[in-house]
């Protein structure tokens, strides 16, 4: 029988991190067709209002059945606007561990959102679901996913040289791969033993039953 992440909602101080449903659409299309998003993933560029809407009733609910991973919107307590992505995959059930991923709008950065979503999320992995590793993978020239790790306590592994395909707009506007190197880094449950944080002080988890 494979092994599947629940529905969840997980509340921090700021966040709410929930399952995404069509509503999402315009603003998911809007945050992935960002310059930086474009640069340090591989999202397809352009990414239209289908490719959301494929993303968010298909795509994403396949890999969660499938046990590969959880995709999760992220958006702010107080407005309900979308800030942003988290993403686990690559999930090894045996092992418990999965790789963590995010993303956070333009209008959003700078205000800790990203850290603030992966810190709640790596807690409700440990303390919810048994894991033992969550891994992040950061391109080498990509230093705010780097101090997103640091700053959750992420400890550096090393480096995957040319694993990772990054892409630059070239001269005449379009998008070029780049190859480059990826940092791995790791968190475990003893790293955030005795830590405080958003989740812990203030947020919880609810279950749904309702989306599939």
């Given at each position: 029988?494979?092994?599947?992440?629940?529905t969840i909602s997980i509340s921090?101080?700021?966040?709410?991190?929930?399952?995404?449903?069509?509503?999402?659409?315009?603003?998911?299309?809007d945050m992935m067709n960002d310059?930086?998003?474009?640069?340090?993933?591989?999202?397809?560029?352009?990414?239209?209002?289908?490719?959301?809407?494929?993303?968010?009733?298909?795509?994403?609910?396949?890999?969660?059945?499938?046990?590969?991973?959880?995709?999760?919107?992220?958006?702010?307590?107080?407005?309900?606007?979308?800030?942003?992505?988290?993403?686990?995959?690559?999930?090894?059930?045996?092992?418990?561990?999965?790789?963590?991923?995010?993303?956070?709008?333009?209008?959003?950065?700078?205000?800790?959102?990203?850290?603030?979503?992966?810190?709640?999320?790596?807690?409700?992995?440990?303390?919810?679901?048994?894991?033992?590793?969550?891994?992040?993978?950061?391109?080498?020239?990509?230093?705010?996913?780097?101090?997103?790790?640091?700053?959750?306590?992420?400890?550096?592994e090393g480096v995957l040289r040319?694993?990772?395909?990054?892409?630059?707009?070239?001269?005449?506007?379009?998008?070029?791969?780049?190859?480059?190197?990826?940092?791995?880094?790791?968190?475990?449950?003893?790293?955030?033993?005795?830590?405080?944080?958003?989740?812990?002080?203030?947020?919880?988890?609810?279950?749904?039953?309702?989306?599939?």
């Amino acid at each position: 029988m494979t092994s599947t992440f629940p529905t969840i909602s997980i509340s921090t101080e700021r966040l709410v991190l929930r399952p995404f449903d069509e509503d999402d659409v315009p603003a998911l299309a809007d945050m992935m067709n960002d310059e930086q998003v474009a640069a340090w993933t591989s999202v397809p560029q352009p990414y239209d209002q289908a490719a959301a809407r494929r993303w968010i009733t298909e795509q994403a609910p396949a890999e969660r059945a499938a046990g590969r991973g959880l995709d999760l919107a992220v958006t702010e307590f107080l407005t309900q606007r979308l800030v942003g992505v988290v993403r686990l995959a690559t999930t090894d059930w045996h092992v418990r561990s999965t790789e963590l991923s995010y993303i956070v709008a333009p209008w959003a950065r700078g205000e800790g959102y990203a850290s603030e979503a992966a810190l709640a999320t790596a807690q409700w992995l440990f303390d919810h679901q048994g894991f033992e590793r969550v891994e992040l993978r950061t391109a080498a020239d990509n230093t705010a996913s780097q101090q997103v790790a640091q700053k959750i306590g992420c400890i550096s592994e090393g480096v995957l040289r040319g694993a990772c395909i990054a892409r630059a707009r070239t001269e005449d506007g379009t998008w070029t791969d780049v190859r480059t190197d990826y940092i791995v880094w790791s968190l475990l449950p003893e790293d955030l033993e005795g830590a405080g944080g958003p989740f812990a002080e203030s947020g919880g988890f609810t279950s749904y039953t309702d989306w599939n």
